[in-house]
């Protein structure tokens, strides 16, 4: 949420580590790996269902959204 929000928020890849602030950017990245993995558990489960093109599409739209909106809101506290 900090990412698409424009806010910049701790990651693992801040310096130092966990404690500084990384970008909208690299916080929505991160969000979208932390899914992944989720998703990637939840079929190692058979917990969920679906079919390939339909969850390639869902995620690549979760990403495109996600990532654009990181750079739009970050535009607004430049202002």
Known sequence: MHG???DR?????????GKGLSSP??????ALFNLVVG?????IE???SGSGPVLISFFAGIAAISIWLSVHFTKKSDR
């Open 9 to 17: 928020f701790p990651t693992p890849f801040a310096r130092p580590p």
């Open 25 to 30: 950017t690299v916080n929505v990245v991160w």
């Open 4 to 6: 698409i929000s424009g």
């Open 39 to 43: 998703y990637i558990l939840f079929r």
């Open 46 to 48: 058979k917990v969920s």
